[in-house]
């Protein structure tokens, strides 16, 4: 039997990363995540998607702005860094909540981010990006 590494089996738990943007609660996969931190000082960016590029650990990483992604205002605090492949890229958060497990069979029923023009842009420029974001989930309370 082949399974799809990708995708966990609908009976397991599912590890996320949960952050506060806005009013939102955005919770992404913690597979995708490299860590967490204070925004750093921001370059010019490599397109007007992103806020500016920020060296993290000596890699020029493209931020995003999860206020602007959601389409909301928000006061971010912490940057949550991605990987998907070689290639990271960063989103500013208001708050970093901590990390919930959720049932893989449930992840479906929380609605994924909202179709936005900032979203559209991401997924015109940097299509690769915006599979990993459309792993997210907007989660209407914290699981217990």
Do not use: K
């Amino acid at each position: 039997m082949v399974r799809d590494l990708g995708v966990p089996p609908r009976t397991e738990q599912v590890p996320l990363l949960v952050a506060r943007i806005a009013t939102a609660l955005w919770a992404i996969p913690i597979a995708h995540v490299v860590e967490t931190l204070r925004p750093l000082a921001f370059g010019p960016a490599d397109h007007e998607i992103f806020v500016g590029n920020s060296v993290i650990r000596g890699i020029a990483t493209p931020v995003l702005d999860g206020g602007t992604l959601l389409g909301a205002s928000s006061v971010p605090t912490r940057c949550v860094v991605l990987r998907f492949g070689e290639e990271r890229r960063g989103v500013l958060v208001d708050e970093v909540v901590g990390v919930r497990t959720i049932a893989a069979a449930a992840l479906g029923g929380y609605p994924g981010l909202p179709q936005t023009a900032a979203g559209e842009r991401v997924r015109t420029v940097d299509p690769a990006f915006a599979r990993v974001l459309a792993t997210a989930r907007l989660l209407p309370e914290l699981p217990a």
